[in-house]
């Protein structure tokens, strides 16, 4: 939500949402949906793919998404996708 500054979980046109990235990056780790994988093949891991459609909510959202990665092990970082289409042309 830019009126928030900070990025939920939705798709446009809607750019409000009561659930924040935050909060949803707090829930799979609190379900494990990627760390229980730890010490397992990578490829067993699910993708988490974040898709942002605006500079303001990647930027707002970084450091989400390092805090969510220093819970998984370094080899399940590339389990972790930002697609970001944000740049004209």
């Given at each position: ?40 093949q990578q490829t067993e891991c699910p993708v988490l793919k974040l898709d ?38």
């Amino acid at each position: 939500s830019e009126v928030k500054s900070q990025a939920v979980m939705g798709h446009p046109p809607s750019i409000d949402s009561d659930l924040t990235l935050s909060s949803f990056l707090q829930q799979l780790h609190e379900a494990n949906f990627q760390h229980r994988y730890s010490g397992k093949q990578q490829t067993e891991c699910p993708v988490l793919k974040l898709d942002f459609k605006s500079m303001i909510a990647l930027q707002s959202s970084l450091a989400d998404v390092k805090s969510y990665l220093t819970h998984l092990p370094p080899y399940l970082y590339k389990r972790v996708w930002i697609n970001a289409d944000i740049l004209s042309g």
